[in-house]
């Protein structure tokens, strides 16, 4: 039989519609601004579905010996300190409700840890965190909703201060040193402008329990929209069955 085009492209449409399955959010903000803890209440609050974290700092590229041997001269806040072209990659792949092999990024010695992925399952829910999860325009379209952590800049710097020295191997002054030549002017440059791609905007963190509830129901209803859409997709492939 004959379909008519704007017939085929409707259900073409009402196909892809039906079959788009994984809620995915970006969650980002400047360095040590709670993205982590507001992303572990969000996954705490969805206990009852398969929600994944996924680190942009997993796709931070290696340095080689020679950069090693100068990492305090090297810039971790621009773009091109990530592999982006694998973060879409991996983002894809989960999107697609695929299994993917996550790198694992050591900041004690700037280095991937070759040979050594974790294992990512196909989730209902893929949350993308990192200061620059915004800046890049393919990773952006790849998000239902964007979050932006917004926190003072003298309380990240104090987070900032005590992570790096108690987890990270780094010394007060070269952390500071660090803050003053690349992460501010990264800030301002890279992640301050991409605030404005944000849907919601948290002020304090992980504190803001109101605005986490309210980010949770509106997930929460994406993901009971999916669910009726199985339904409906499964009947139109039970019924396309039936006739064939
Ligand atoms: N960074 C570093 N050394 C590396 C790689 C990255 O010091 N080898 C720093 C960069 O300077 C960048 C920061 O790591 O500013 C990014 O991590 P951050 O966002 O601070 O970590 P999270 O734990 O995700 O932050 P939050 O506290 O908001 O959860």
Same mark, same amino acid.
């Given at each position: 039989p004959h379909w008519p085009?704007?017939?085929?492209?409707?259900?073409?449409?009402?196909?892809?519609?039906?079959?788009?399955?994984?809620v995915s959010l970006g969650v980002s903000g400047?360095?040590?601004?709670?993205?982590?803890?507001?992303?572990?209440?969000i996954i705490?609050?969805?206990?009852?579905?398969?929600v994944v974290l996924v680190n942009q700092d997993s796709f931070y590229r290696g340095l080689t010996a020679e950069e090693s041997a100068s990492a305090q001269d090297y810039n971790f806040d621009h773009p091109d300190a990530f592999d982006t072209e694998q973060l879409l990659e991996?983002? $894809?792949?989960?999107?697609? #409700?695929?299994?993917?092999? /996550?790198?694992?990024?050591?900041? =004690?010695?700037?280095?991937?840890?070759s040979e050594r992925f974790r294992k990512v399952n196909a989730s209902d829910?893929?949350?993308?965190?990192?200061?620059?999860?915004?800046?890049?325009?393919?990773?952006?379209?790849?998000?239902?909703?964007?979050?932006?952590?917004?926190?003072?800049?003298?309380i990240r710097l104090a987070r900032r201060i005590r992570r790096d020295t108690v987890e990270r191997g780094r010394d007060v002054s070269s952390v500071l040193d660090q803050y003053g030549r690349f992460?501010?002017?990264?800030?301002?440059?890279?992640?301050?402008?991409?605030?404005?791609?944000?849907?919601?905007?948290?002020?304090?963190? $992980?504190?803001?329990?109101? #605005?986490?509830?309210?980010? /949770?129901?509106?997930?929460?209803? =994406?993901?009971g929209m999916h669910d009726l859409c199985k339904v409906f997709r499964n009947v139109f492939v039970v019924q396309s069955t039936f006739q064939i």
């Open positions: 085009v704007a017939e085929c492209a409707l259900l073409l449409k009402l196909w892809l519609v039906l079959t788009v399955r994984v400047g360095t040590a601004s709670g993205k982590t803890t507001v992303c572990d209440m705490q609050q969805l206990h009852d579905h398969r991996c983002m $894809g792949q989960l999107k697609r #409700a695929l299994p993917v092999n /996550v790198p694992i990024y050591d900041f =004690k010695n700037h280095r991937r840890c829910v893929i949350i993308l965190e990192g200061i620059l999860v915004f800046h890049d325009q393919r990773v952006r379209n790849l998000m239902d909703m964007k979050i932006f952590v917004d926190t003072d800049a003298d992460v501010k002017p990264a800030f301002d440059d890279f992640v301050l402008p991409s605030k404005k791609y944000a849907d919601v905007i948290i002020p304090r963190g $992980g504190d803001n329990h109101v #605005a986490i509830d309210l980010i /949770v129901q509106h997930i929460r209803t =994406k993901l």
